[in-house]
Protein backbone atom coordinates (compact mmCIF):
# COMPACT_ATOMS: atom_id res chain seq x y z
CA UNK A 1 0.00 0.00 0.00
CA UNK A 2 1.10 3.32 -0.54
CA UNK A 3 1.85 6.29 1.25
CA UNK A 4 -1.31 8.16 2.72
CA UNK A 5 -1.87 11.19 1.36
CA UNK A 6 -4.14 12.82 3.36
CA UNK A 7 -7.67 12.15 5.19
CA UNK A 8 -10.54 13.81 3.19
CA UNK A 9 -13.79 14.74 4.81
CA UNK A 10 -16.47 14.51 1.64
CA UNK A 11 -19.81 16.49 2.68
CA UNK A 12 -22.81 15.95 0.07
CA UNK A 13 -26.66 15.37 0.50
CA UNK A 14 -26.09 13.78 -2.62
CA UNK A 15 -25.21 10.17 -1.95
CA UNK A 16 -24.47 9.23 -5.29
CA UNK A 17 -22.02 12.38 -5.76
CA UNK A 18 -20.91 11.67 -2.63
CA UNK A 19 -19.61 8.25 -3.67
CA UNK A 20 -17.69 8.86 -6.80
CA UNK A 21 -15.99 11.66 -5.01
CA UNK A 22 -15.30 9.17 -1.62
CA UNK A 23 -14.14 6.02 -4.49
CA UNK A 24 -12.08 8.61 -6.63
CA UNK A 25 -10.17 10.04 -3.66
CA UNK A 26 -9.40 6.37 -1.93
CA UNK A 27 -8.27 5.19 -4.98
CA UNK A 28 -6.01 8.08 -5.54
CA UNK A 29 -4.61 7.05 -1.29
CA UNK A 30 -6.65 9.58 0.26
CA UNK A 31 -8.31 8.31 3.79
CA UNK A 32 -11.60 9.58 3.09
CA UNK A 33 -14.61 9.75 5.23
CA UNK A 34 -18.06 11.19 4.88
CA UNK A 35 -21.36 13.54 5.55
CA UNK A 36 -24.40 13.97 4.31
CA UNK A 37 -24.62 17.74 5.08
CA UNK A 38 -23.28 20.65 6.69
CA UNK A 39 -24.58 19.95 10.05
CA UNK A 40 -22.75 16.60 9.78
CA UNK A 41 -19.79 17.63 9.03
CA UNK A 42 -19.80 19.97 11.64
CA UNK A 43 -20.51 17.19 14.49
CA UNK A 44 -18.07 14.91 12.90
CA UNK A 45 -15.03 17.08 11.98
CA UNK A 46 -13.23 17.00 15.37
CA UNK A 47 -13.42 13.26 15.08
CA UNK A 48 -12.50 12.78 11.92
CA UNK A 49 -9.80 15.50 11.88
CA UNK A 50 -9.03 15.99 7.53
CA UNK A 51 -7.00 17.53 5.97
CA UNK A 52 -9.38 18.83 3.00
CA UNK A 53 -12.55 19.15 3.59
CA UNK A 54 -14.56 18.85 -0.28
CA UNK A 55 -17.81 20.51 0.37
CA UNK A 56 -21.27 20.82 -1.32
CA UNK A 57 -23.23 24.14 -0.99
CA UNK A 58 -26.96 23.12 -1.45
CA UNK A 59 -27.96 20.82 1.45
CA UNK A 60 -30.41 20.74 3.57
CA UNK A 61 -30.21 21.67 7.46
CA UNK A 62 -26.95 24.04 6.70
CA UNK A 63 -25.54 24.90 3.41
CA UNK A 64 -22.05 24.67 2.00
CA UNK A 65 -21.96 28.81 2.89
CA UNK A 66 -22.78 28.35 6.35
CA UNK A 67 -20.88 25.55 7.53
CA UNK A 68 -17.63 27.11 5.71
CA UNK A 69 -18.25 29.83 7.37
CA UNK A 70 -18.34 28.12 11.00
CA UNK A 71 -15.24 26.19 9.98
CA UNK A 72 -13.29 29.53 9.31
CA UNK A 73 -15.05 31.10 12.87
CA UNK A 74 -14.22 28.06 14.75
CA UNK A 75 -9.90 28.52 15.73
CA UNK A 76 -9.99 24.65 15.60
CA UNK A 77 -10.83 24.16 12.36
CA UNK A 78 -9.63 27.10 10.55
CA UNK A 79 -6.74 25.59 9.31
CA UNK A 80 -8.29 22.80 6.91
CA UNK A 81 -8.18 23.40 3.97
CA UNK A 82 -12.31 23.79 2.01
CA UNK A 83 -12.96 23.00 -1.16
CA UNK A 84 -16.52 24.10 -2.07
CA UNK A 85 -18.04 21.60 -4.62
CA UNK A 86 -21.27 23.32 -6.55
CA UNK A 87 -23.29 23.87 -9.47
CA UNK A 88 -23.61 27.17 -8.28
CA UNK A 89 -20.65 28.70 -11.02
CA UNK A 90 -21.45 32.62 -10.74
CA UNK A 91 -18.45 35.15 -10.29
CA UNK A 92 -21.14 36.16 -7.25
CA UNK A 93 -20.77 32.67 -5.72
CA UNK A 94 -17.61 32.45 -6.25
CA UNK A 95 -16.77 35.57 -4.78
CA UNK A 96 -18.75 34.34 -1.96
CA UNK A 97 -16.65 31.28 -1.26
CA UNK A 98 -13.56 33.16 -1.12
CA UNK A 99 -14.54 35.95 0.83
CA UNK A 100 -15.78 33.86 3.52
CA UNK A 101 -12.20 31.73 3.18
CA UNK A 102 -12.17 28.98 0.80
CA UNK A 103 -9.57 27.23 -0.34
CA UNK A 104 -10.26 26.24 -3.77
CA UNK A 105 -14.11 26.20 -5.91
CA UNK A 106 -14.84 23.56 -8.22
CA UNK A 107 -17.94 23.35 -10.45
CA UNK A 108 -20.36 20.33 -10.98
CA UNK A 109 -20.13 18.61 -13.40
CA UNK A 110 -16.37 18.25 -12.44
CA UNK A 111 -13.59 16.33 -13.90
CA UNK A 112 -12.41 13.27 -11.04
CA UNK A 113 -9.06 14.27 -12.47
CA UNK A 114 -9.31 17.67 -11.67
CA UNK A 115 -11.12 17.06 -7.97
CA UNK A 116 -7.92 14.79 -7.34
CA UNK A 117 -5.21 17.43 -8.42
CA UNK A 118 -7.24 20.11 -6.61
CA UNK A 119 -7.33 18.32 -3.14
CA UNK A 120 -3.59 16.43 -3.35
CA UNK A 121 -2.72 20.42 -3.97
CA UNK A 122 -4.54 21.61 -0.98
CA UNK A 123 -3.27 18.59 1.13
CA UNK A 124 -0.04 19.08 0.71
CA UNK A 125 -0.29 23.18 1.36
CA UNK A 126 0.58 24.49 5.22
CA UNK A 127 -2.49 25.07 7.21
CA UNK A 128 -3.50 28.42 7.40
CA UNK A 129 -3.03 30.29 11.16
Avoid at 64 to 72: F, I, K, V
Avoid at 83 to 91: D, V
Avoid at 95 to 109: C, E, F, N, Q, S
Amino acid sequence: MGELLGRVLVVDDDEVIRQLIAVNLTLEGFEVETAYDGQDCLDRVHDVDPDVITLDVMMPRLDGWETATRLREDPSTRHIKVMLITARAQKDDRRRGYDIGVDAYLTKPFDPAELIQIVRDLAKSPGAL
